[in-house]
């Protein structure tokens, strides 16, 4: 009796740490969306998975995949020519709250009515990603990034029952425009991102090509809805407010690249003219004028042709920015100018001609603030080419 007694106690307690078990494993799935920081690297927003257990004592985790490891070997050689692997990280929500309410960014939350399937489809997913073989992976800011990779996860979790829905009011626009919604109040790294991505981005984005940017994977996932796995339903069930700050007024900065590179071609003129009635030809212009574009056209040529950067590729600001101005400069600055400055001035001249037209048809788009620079490039090219014609 008193063996039976035993069992029957064991057999309880099996029984009630299974259901706590079981009970425990009941989870609340949710898109965490992280708004821009005053940094660039911070300035398109954020994603991430939170997954929190129910229970008073149940884990509540974040899953990153915007983290990288900076103790890798050639960290910045990676970095510049897009080699480096960015990975999945896990941390407790306290914390990563706690960074953002530091930097003061706003966070909201997306709670999702996924069923127990889909959810622990997606957990055993996530869990798998962080095992160190595959917890790294190849960086790509359009195509692969924190917030793909999150919308990606999702994909494969819930399957063809998550459909995205296109809203009415979906206007185009290409990936430049899309990055320069977020760039504006940063005018030199706006000048710097167009300088160095190419033509590849000056195509109309799809509205699922849309979602590398947090805000619009955000309104995506907003208008998504479940279907095929009993009644259609969205696929949000509830939206939070995290953290939420006082949006800032971010006025252009004075010495913004519009003003700057006026005043420069100002300056330039009125040095071009005073030549032209003096017969001189003011050479230090020109030695520091292409030699800065030459070093520019150094820094396109590389990021186009030896960096695995996708959206550097087919850059047609090198017409301009060149790297055989450097070579101009040599042959400038010497006391007998070389016969071949002449012809190579002349190509220089119809290069920013050329370069004019490829922005008029949209081919490429470039920074507007590069307008009085090609009025300079076509004005000293043409005022060189001239005067040392006729000497």
Same mark, same amino acid.
């Given at each position: 009796?008193?063996?039976?007694?035993?069992?029957?106690?064991l057999?309880?307690?099996?029984?009630?740490?299974?259901?706590?078990?079981?009970?425990a494993?009941?989870?609340?799935?949710?898109l965490l969306?992280?708004?821009?920081?005053?940094?660039?690297?911070?300035?398109?927003?954020h994603?991430?998975?939170?997954?929190?257990?129910?229970?008073?004592?149940?884990?509540?985790?974040?899953?990153?995949?915007?983290?990288?490891?900076?103790d890798?070997p050639?960290?910045?050689?990676?970095?510049?020519?897009?080699?480096?692997?960015?990975?999945l990280s896990?941390?407790?929500?306290?914390?990563?709250?706690?960074?953002?309410?530091?930097?003061?960014?706003?966070?909201?939350?997306?709670?999702?009515?996924? @069923?127990?399937?889909?959810?622990?489809?997606?957990?055993?997913?996530?869990?798998?990603?962080?095992?160190?073989?595959?917890?790294?992976?190849?960086?790509?800011?359009?195509?692969?990034?924190?917030?793909?990779?999150?919308?990606?996860?999702?994909?494969i979790?819930?399957?063809?029952?998550?459909?995205?829905?296109?809203?009415?009011?979906?206007?185009?626009?290409?990936?430049?425009?899309?990055i320069?919604?977020?760039?504006?109040?940063?005018?030199?790294?706006?000048?710097?991102?167009?300088?160095?991505?190419?033509?590849?981005?000056?195509?109309?984005?799809?509205?699922?090509?849309?979602?590398?940017?947090?805000?619009?994977?955000?309104?995506?996932?907003?208008?998504?809805?479940?279907?095929?796995?009993?009644?259609?339903?969205?696929l949000?069930?509830?939206?939070?407010?995290?953290?939420?700050?006082?949006?800032t007024?971010?006025?252009?900065?004075?010495?913004?690249?519009?003003?700057?590179?006026?005043?420069?071609?100002i300056?330039i003129?009125?040095?071009?003219?005073?030549?032209?009635?003096?017969?001189?030809?003011f050479?230090?212009?020109?030695?520091?004028?292409?030699?800065?574009?030459?070093?520019l056209g150094?820094?396109?040529?590389?990021?186009?042709?030896?960096?695995?950067h996708?959206?550097?590729?087919? @850059?047609?600001?090198?017409?301009?920015?060149?790297?055989?101005?450097?070579?101009?400069?040599w042959?400038?600055?010497?006391?007998?100018?070389?016969s071949?400055?002449?012809?190579?001035?002349?190509?220089?001249?119809?290069?920013?001609?050329?370069?004019l037209?490829?922005?008029?048809?949209?081919?490429?788009?470039?920074?507007?603030?590069?307008?009085?620079?090609?009025?300079?490039?076509?004005l000293?090219? @043409?005022?060189?080419y001239?005067?040392?014609?006729?000497?």
């Amino acid at each position: 009796m008193i063996l039976n007694n035993k069992k029957l106690v064991l057999t309880i307690f099996l029984i009630t740490s299974i259901l706590s078990s079981l009970s425990a494993q009941v989870y609340e799935v949710s898109l965490l969306t992280c708004d821009p920081g005053k940094e660039l690297y911070s300035s398109f927003g954020h994603s991430a998975i939170r997954v929190r257990q129910i229970g008073s004592t149940g884990q509540d985790l974040v899953f990153n995949f915007g983290t990288f490891d900076f103790d890798t070997p050639n960290f910045y050689g990676k970095f510049v020519t897009g080699k480096l692997n960015y990975m999945l990280s896990i941390t407790t929500y306290d914390r990563f709250i706690v960074e953002y309410d530091y930097y003061k960014r706003g966070v909201r939350e997306q709670v999702l009515d996924l @069923n127990s399937e889909q959810k622990d489809f997606l957990i055993q997913h996530l869990n798998a990603l962080y095992d160190p073989a595959r917890r790294f992976y190849k960086y790509d800011f359009f195509f692969n990034n924190c917030a793909t990779k999150v919308r990606d996860a999702f994909e494969i979790a819930i399957g063809k029952s998550l459909v995205w829905n296109t809203p009415s009011d979906s206007s185009e626009k290409t990936f430049r425009n899309l990055i320069d919604e977020y760039v504006y109040p940063l005018p030199w790294a706006d000048l710097g991102i167009d300088l160095a991505l190419g033509a590849v981005i000056d195509r109309n984005a799809s509205d699922r090509e849309k979602q590398f940017l947090p805000d619009y994977m955000e309104k995506a996932f907003a208008n998504a809805t479940i279907e095929g796995d009993g009644p259609t339903r969205p696929l949000v069930m509830e939206s939070r407010v995290i953290l939420s700050y006082p949006e800032t007024e971010t006025g252009m900065e004075i010495m913004n690249p519009y003003l700057v590179l006026w005043v420069v071609a100002i300056v330039i003129g009125i040095f071009t003219f005073l030549g032209k009635k003096k017969q001189r030809l003011f050479k230090g212009i020109d030695l520091g004028l292409f030699s800065i574009l030459g070093l520019l056209g150094w820094v396109v040529f590389f990021l186009w042709f030896f960096t695995d950067h996708s959206a550097t590729q087919w @850059n047609w600001n090198i017409l301009w920015a060149f790297p055989g101005h450097l070579a101009l400069v040599w042959g400038l600055a010497k006391k007998q100018t070389p016969s071949w400055v002449s012809s190579y001035l002349l190509a220089t001249l119809v290069g920013a001609v050329i370069a004019l037209v490829i922005w008029i048809t949209g081919i490429q788009s470039f920074h507007p603030s590069l307008v009085p620079l090609f009025l300079v490039i076509i004005l000293r090219s @043409n005022f060189l080419y001239y005067q040392l014609a006729r000497r």
